[in-house]
């Protein structure tokens, strides 16, 4: 078949294709990436395994997944930005957030059955999952490194014999109450989202007081006791962010400050603001790309504007990328709830099939890559002859990074995927 379609193809297409030096960054078909990521993406975080060492930072991409592409890999992976790699033996939880502490991967999340070795939170020593104490006796939905402190928050009530409330730090060898931690009166509180804010911890969560005080779903812990951020935000924080010397809070909230603020809101040290109209539903994830403020979650719109699922604040106005996230379950089936900066790119997780139009399967990286550029040439021509071989052996190698059309079935490679390179090369690298 390609021996066939190649030289006319080639013929007709190198003279529609014009090189273009300049940045246009897209949703990125799943290729290697995201082909048949077969669960939620929870969390990500880029992660130097050797600091200063010769060895290039990988993704550390972790939820509820058992493959990856043809591979079984269970729930916590490695990106080094072309292939995918497990770590150790399987969590014995699912994770649902990660962190760097003393140059250790840690990851966290939930119990899937009684608390046992280790419980819902476990440290990479280099070889092998190690516990941290006791663990804990629920959920643990943030980590959070402050100063030489690691901080967890969640659903949590107790690690081993010690009661606590929802926030917990390490001291070196087993978990200790933060300040009497939160509360929500009759209800179940919960930590959502940790941060570090000028040296000081920021908690976010459901609750309405921390250390006993009152305290509207956000609270600070200078080290000694807990403080309330003014009149707080309500009803809900999933995220915390910081942003231009503000610390940014993101949820289902409508008010903040005892203003509305329409599910995302910065706080400057005295007083909290609204940030540009916000997001018509809930915002799950933040992170920081270059100069500007990524937010991603369950909405449809930023500022008012279309932005499905992931947005950006260049300081001025929300933008939103691409058409953003669709799901083959149904029309509002799709999630972001995670978000990372790697490697000059967004990258996104959570729950849906596709990217900007392109299959991407519970990730997606917004790049400037063009796929057709598959030798990543950058002299004029950009596209011509030797992406085509540089396809083929790809397809030949049956590297999952010839899945252009980013199809989730077995095999993942076929025809059409030769059918998916030529528009693409004919659609050009603009
Ligand atoms: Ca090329
Ligand atoms: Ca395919």
């Known amino acids: 078949m390609l021996k066939r379609l ?23 078909p799943g290729a290697a990436f995201a082909s048949h990521i077969n669960g939620n993406v929870a969390a990500l975080l880029p992660w130097d395994p050797d600091g200063a060492g010769p060895q290039p930072s990988v993704l550390v991409v972790a939820g509820s997944f ?26 014995p939880f699912t994770p649902a957030c990660l962190a760097v502490f003393q140059g250790d991967l840690i990851a966290a999340g939930h119990l899937n059955g009684p608390p046992g070795a280790i419980s819902a939170i476990a440290r990479w020593d280099g070889s092998a999952w190690q516990p941290m104490g006791a663990g804990f006796n629920d959920s643990v939905l943030a980590l959070q490194v402050v100063g030489n402190q690691l901080f967890a928050g969640g659903f949590f009530s107790a690690s081993g014999a010690l009661p606590l409330s929802r926030v917990a730090v390490w001291d070196g060898g087993k978990w200790a109450n933060v300040g009497g931690g ?10 959502n989202a940790l941060a570090n ?4 911890l920021i908690a976010g969560g459901f609750f309405s007081a921390a250390g006993g005080a009152p305290a509207s779903h956000i609270a600070r812990w200078d080290g000694q006791q807990w403080h309330a951020l003014g009149a707080g935000v309500a009803p809900s924080v999933m995220a915390l962010g910081t942003f231009a010397g503000d610390l940014i809070a993101a949820g289902s909230f409508d008010t903040a400050g005892g203003a509305p603020a329409s599910r995302i809101a910065r706080w400057d040290g005295l007083a909290w603001s609204p940030i540009g109209g916000g997001m018509n539903q809930s915002v799950a994830a933040l992170t920081i790309a270059g100069d500007r403020l990524v937010a991603a979650g369950f909405f449809n719109t930023a500022g008012g504007i279309a932005a499905r699922r992931v947005a950006t604040w260049d300081g001025v106005a929300w933008s939103g990328l691409g058409s953003g996230m669709l799901s083959s379950f149904g029309p509002e089936a799709a999630n972001v709830k ?14 849906f099939t596709s990217a900007g139009g ?29 992406d085509f071989v540089c396809f083929l052996g790809l397809f030949a190698a049956g590297d999952l990074a010839a899945n252009c059309d980013g199809s989730f079935t077995t095999p993942m490679l076929t025809v059409n995927d030769f059918t998916c390179f030529l528009n693409k090369f004919a659609a050009g690298c603009e």
């Open 6 to 28: 190649l030289p006319c193809s080639v013929a007709t297409l190198l003279a529609a294709a014009s090189a273009s030096g300049q940045c246009a960054p897209r949703w990125q």
């Open 66 to 91: 058992t493959m990856i592409g043809t591979t079984s890999i269970h729930r916590l992976a490695l990106w080094n930005g072309s292939s995918w790699s497990p770590l150790g033996t399987p969590l």
């Open 182 to 191: 939160v509360t929500a009166g009759q209800a179940f509180p919960s930590v």
């Open 197 to 200: 804010y000028n040296g000081h």
């Open 338 to 351: 995670a978000l990372a900066s790697f490697h000059g790119e967004i990258i996104a997780g959570g729950f």
């Open 358 to 386: 392109e299959p991407s399967m519970n990730a997606a990286r917004w790049s400037c890559d063009c796929y057709a550029n598959c030798d990543g040439s950058s002299t004029a021509p950009t596209l011509n002859i030797n």
